[in-house]
């Protein structure tokens, strides 16, 4: 078995309680700190799985089989430019060096949102991707748990309303088609 990192955010939970946390204990979370910043329940884990993927599936029923909607998996997917720098452990301006250009292959991905506004957002799924092609990043195993993290959000995303993205299924397939 192997050892993994990360967080669910809970849905729901404004503040602690004692029946929270022995909910949480008694459901097989024994493995995990409950958290609380800004009326948002977070709980930090340190499981064993055979992947990452099988860990973070455990973690979820568990909480979820204690009564506790969770409503997703931390680090996520969409991240600012001070928070590409911080997970790759360089500096801001090296990261805003590639991002314009002045540094590097170019091509770094595009924004998925922020060009109107201060601060403009990318998915990190789409960073590690490029910073892997251009030689920039060899771990692998952080590109696969971006993804799989990716994936479990994009999933609680549909869980929350499946009609949303029938239509972008709907949509997808017309642009394919064009």
């Known amino acids: 078995m192997l050892n993994f990192q990360f967080t669910l955010v809970l849905k729901g939970l404004l503040k602690p309680s004692d029946d929270l946390e022995t909910k949480l204990f008694e459901g097989g979370c024994d493995d995990a700190l409950l958290y609380f910043r800004e009326q948002t329940a977070y709980l930090d884990f340190d499981r064993e799985g055979e992947s990452f993927e099988t860990a973070i599936l455990s973690a979820i029923l568990d909480v979820e089989n204690a009564g506790i909607p969770v409503s997703s998996v931390e680090p996520g997917d969409l991240v600012t430019a001070a928070e590409i720098a911080r997970r790759l452990g360089r500096s801001k301006e090296s990261i805003r060096l590639l991002i314009s250009g002045a540094r590097g292959n170019g091509a770094f991905p595009v924004p998925v949102s922020g060009l109107t506004s201060k601060t403009k957002i990318w ?19 952080l590109i696969q748990q971006a993804y799989t993290i990716r994936n479990f959000n994009e999933s609680f995303a549909i869980r929350e309303n499946p009609t949303v993205y029938e239509k972008a299924g709907k949509l997808a397939k017309q642009l394919k088609d064009f």
């Not at 998915?123 to 195993?141: A, C, F, G, Y």
Request: aromatic share 10%; net charge neutral; charged share 30%.
């Open 123 to 141: 998915r990190w799924t789409e960073v590690l991707d490029w910073m892997q092609l251009h030689h920039k990043l060899s771990d692998k195993q």
